[in-house]
């Protein structure tokens, strides 16, 4: 499995940007699909994730109301719609896959880098 992400760049506050994964070599019949943030001197944190067979999206509280997860079955890629853009949103974003019967996410894309200026 391989994933490709893209779509970082530097913007304001308030501003908008979608992120994009790309996956290759998915053979699994169901699986998540995650996006995870990691800000300088912090931690790995979730973000938000999606069920591919059932659409099913769960996020976490600090991006709720500006961040959207979708997905394109045909193109094997996931969004990530980040509205009004925060400071604190200044992390690398990866993407991440796991399938359903796995606790923890087993491939990881390379990170693209998001930074949000005041």
């Known amino acids: 499995v391989q994933l490709q992400a893209s779509g970082g760049g530097l913007v304001q506050a308030g501003g908008s940007l979608r992120l994009s994964c790309a996956a290759s070599?998915?053979?699994?019949?169901?699986?998540?699909m995650a996006w995870f943030r990691q800000a300088p001197r912090k931690e790995r944190e979730f973000v938000s994730a999606i069920n591919w067979r059932s659409g099913i999206t769960n996020y976490a509280d600090s991006v709720k109301g500006r961040f959207t997860i979708s997905r394109d079955n045909a193109k094997d890629t996931v969004y990530l719609q980040m509205n009004s853009l925060k400071p604190e949103d200044t992390a690398v974003y990866y993407c991440?896959?796991?399938?359903?019967?796995?606790?923890?996410?087993?491939?990881w894309g390379q990170g693209t880098l998001v930074t949000v200026s005041s």
């Open positions: 991440a896959v796991r399938r359903v019967t796995v606790v923890g996410y087993e491939y």
């Open positions: 070599g998915l053979t699994f019949s169901t699986y998540y």
